[in-house]
């Protein structure tokens, strides 16, 4: 498919924000990367992983705790993902490579895949948010509709009140089937794959033998097979709810735009870091705990902008670009808790589904 381009401007708005970043961090005397707080909340988040895992697998906890533990479990991988492996992704935990490499590759420790989070995340989505048939995070077709540019099905007149299930099942789809369309078809949505080493290629299906071992092989050694898939469907539904409601909290709720690129042209109305402000939304940002826990992507105006900055800077970036938006007269989206985010969506969803 055609590739849509941004409309060209001769002062960027992405040129001021940049500037103004620039001069704080510089004013401060601060690395944009992540500082010894993002490093004590990796370790925390890594001895909590283990040692639920360790306790589930080899301990063999009574139902009620073993239960607790599994939901508990599914928590902890949803946090590891925002607060490790996304900054690793993005090159902002650490100002070394090797760590961020490091931090990166836990998410093929979790039965992801680093190389096809990069193009579906990184690249594409990053690039072009919210736009329909590119950006593969809005692509839940035939079973959600979320745009109104995507064909609209009777069952959609019902998703606000499904979608929940739909987002439990992301982890378990993510790692047993949607990483492995994405590799067989070379393709992420209708955007071609990028070429794939042999390194590329043995760590995709090293690390996926080594996620089957870990967590399903083992478990099923140890503590037997119904024990396994009861905790099991718990922890990955778990996981998924929280990963999916998280990164549709950011861009689908009723004030986030869906941008079409004109026919003739080709090109999209705004430039780039006025595309991803209108098309990303903010919410809960005064609250601390939501913050630590989601990896500050509860501000994703400021993470979609300078996705290079690490997460322990964003409330601070936060107030000099509200400011440098209320100077131009662009909305800056935000909610100011999770409830008011979530029932956005939800009305969001109704909207797509009788639209």
């Excluded at 050694?221 to 929280?242: D, E, K, N, P, Q």
């Excluded at 979609?304 to 440098?324: D, E, M, N």
Aim: glycine share 6%; charged share 15%.
């Amino acid at each position: 498919m055609t590739i849509p381009k941004f409309s060209n401007v001769p002062q960027s708005f992405h040129t001021e924000l940049k500037g103004r970043i620039s001069a704080y961090f510089e004013q401060v005397g601060k690395s944009t990367t992540g500082d010894t707080r993002i490093f004590m909340k990796a370790v925390i988040l890594m001895l909590v992983f283990s040692s639920i895992y360790i306790h589930l697998v080899f301990f063999t906890p009574g139902v009620l705790l073993a239960i607790s533990e599994s939901v508990l479990l599914g928590g902890v991988v949803a946090a590891i993902g925002f607060n490790v492996m996304h900054d690793g992704a993005h090159g902002s935990f650490s100002k070394y490579k090797w760590i961020n490499l490091f931090a990166a590759f836990s998410l093929n420790i979790l039965g992801g895949n680093s190389f096809m989070w990069n193009m579906k995340h990184n690249i594409i989505h990053h690039a072009f948010t919210n736009v329909d048939g590119i950006d593969d995070d809005i692509d839940i077709q035939p079973w959600m509709r979320m745009s109104e540019t995507q064909k609209k099905y009777k069952l959609h007149k019902y998703q606000h009140f499904y979608f929940w299930f739909l987002y439990s099942l992301l982890y378990i789809f993510w790692i047993f089937v949607l990483d492995y369309q994405k590799y067989f078809k070379s393709r992420v949505g209708n955007m071609p794959l990028k070429r794939m080493t042999i390194t590329d290629h043995l760590v995709f299906w090293g690390f996926k033998l080594f996620h089957a071992f870990l967590f399903i092989g083992l478990p099923i050694y140890m503590v037997g097979f119904t024990s396994w898939l009861i905790g099991f469907v718990i922890f990955t539904c778990v996981a998924g709810f929280v990963l999916s409601i998280v990164f549709q909290l950011a861009h689908t709720v009723e004030h986030t735009a869906f941008p079409v690129a004109n026919v003739q042209t080709g090109r999209l109305e705004d430039e780039w870091a006025i595309h991803q402000i209108k098309t990303t939304a903010n919410f809960a940002t005064n609250n601390p705990v939501v913050s630590w826990l989601v990896g500050g992507l509860n501000f994703q105006i400021e993470h979609h902008l300078f996705p290079k900055i690490s997460h322990v800077h964003y409330p601070a970036i936060s107030k000099i670009i509200k400011q440098a938006c209320q100077e131009y007269g662009i909305t800056y989206i935000e909610y100011p808790k999770v409830r008011y985010a979530v029932a956005s969506h939800v009305a969001f969803l109704r909207q797509m589904g009788r639209a």
